[in-house]
């Protein structure tokens, strides 16, 4: 078996719906703004400044806070190491899928 699924591999900062679905939509653009991660997301503030932060402290996104004018404007995008764990995430759920 070439590529065998390891329920271990999974990484659990990304293994959680609001988790997995913004690391999904950052790696299909450059950056997105918290308002559009939030309704991209259906996501509370309060609950997508959680997940946000557990991706930031694992390394995986940067956050840029900044005012546009006179309002905050907080952007987000895939670290490089983000990236690669992401990419990894989709290898253990294709072997996962190739198993099934």
Sequence with gaps: MANAFDPTALDAVIHGRVRLGMMAYLASVDEASFTELKARLGASDGNLSTHL?????????????RFAGR????????????????????????ALLGNA
Excluded at 53 to 65: F, H, I, N, S, T
Excluded at 71 to 94: C, E, F, H, N
């Design 71 to 94: 309002k905050p404007l907080t952007t987000v995008r895939l670290s490089a190491q983000g990236r690669r764990a992401w990419i990894a995430y989709l290898d253990q759920m294709k």
């Design 53 to 65: 932060r557990k991706l930031e402290d694992a390394g995986y996104v940067q956050v840029k806070k």
